[in-house]
């Protein structure tokens, strides 16, 4: 496995590759990696010839400087954890390399931003969508995998490849959960023993309203009212966003019918946690 740190280096094995009839896969990740990445690196294992794997935290799609400072990193032990997933490159640019100086580009995309993560995080998926532009200009991956955990980011990046014509296909994988149900995220690793448990509370309300939507309830506002009671039970859970929003385009319902995700943002303690599901399709 070769760890690549600049752009230029990336760029030659990518382009060495050129040509031949071989598939690349790319998953990009922030690190600290966890079983939720390595469904995705083993998923694209299984599809593609040569396999791809970025380690970078973003700081463009930080909105808040404390969260990046804080944000974990494991440059060696991710390191370790991949080579054992036979991936056959991971490209781990520092921030100089992937931001320059002078650097002054941005990517936007209207409306998905408008909802969910992005009403609440400004400038958030503008640093996603350049940092995916940038990565995927850098690789020229033929697919990329991505999570359900950041169900906005995956619409995000999907039609930004459309938008853009960039000819890779993306592929959306499940959320991989903790046996309590806790979406997993590196983010977890900030939760003491006792918000741990508390965390349990997003999948809770994000179930309770799956089960509402199956017993025939519709009302988006009486749905929303039993998953906050659900979160507000818990003491130090507060609620950044519960949404109910058309799996598509992201726009909030009122009435659930047709493909359908529940989706919630809360801060446990000093942590903010995400999660989501599909409630109706
Ligand atoms: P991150 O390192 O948090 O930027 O995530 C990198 C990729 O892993 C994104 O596509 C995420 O959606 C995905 N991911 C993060 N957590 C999970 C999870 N629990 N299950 C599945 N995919 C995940």
């Avoid at 941005?106 to 998905?112: A, N, S």
């Avoid at 309590?180 to 809770?204: M, P, Q, T, V």
């Avoid at 199956?214 to 609620?239: P, T």
């Amino acid at each position: 496995m070769d760890v690549v740190r600049s752009i230029s280096e990336m760029q030659v094995m990518r382009n060495a590759v050129e040509g031949q009839k071989c598939s690349i896969g790319f998953v990009p990740t922030m690190g600290t990696l966890h079983e939720g990445h390595l469904s995705l690196i083993r998923s694209a294992r299984d599809e593609c010839d040569k396999l791809i794997v970025s380690i970078f935290v973003n700081p463009m799609q930080f909105d808040r400087e404390d969260d990046l400072a804080a944000y974990p990193q494991q440059l060696e032990t991710d390191i370790d954890i991949v080579k054992k997933e036979k991936v056959d490159v991971v490209f781990a640019p520092c921030k100089e390399e992937i931001y320059p100086e002078g650097f002054c580009t941005r990517v936007e995309l209207k409306k998905l931003t408008e909802n969910l993560c992005g009403k609440r995080r400004p400038g958030h998926f503008e640093g996603v969508a350049t940092i995916i532009t940038k990565l995927f200009n850098i690789v020229k991956p033929d697919r990329a995998y991505l999570g359900q955990k950041d169900y906005q980011q995956y619409i995000i990046i999907k039609r930004l490849v459309q938008d853009l014509n960039m000819g890779i296909d993306i592929k959306l994988l499940p959320t991989v959960r903790d046996k309590d149900g806790l979406a997993l995220s590196s983010r977890n690793r900030h939760l003491s023993a006792e918000e741990r448990i508390k965390a349990r509370c997003l999948y809770e309300a994000l179930l309770k309203a799956k089960s509402l939507v199956r017993d025939n309830q519709r009302e988006v506002e009486k749905i929303k009212s039993e998953m906050e009671g659900i979160i507000l039970h818990v003491r130090d859970a507060k609620i950044d966003y519960i949404s109910i929003v058309d799996s598509d385009t992201l726009i909030e319902k009122t009435e659930v019918s047709g493909d359908t995700i529940a989706a919630v943002a809360v801060w446990i303690g000093s942590t903010r946690l995400i999660d989501n599901i599909v409630i109706d399709t």
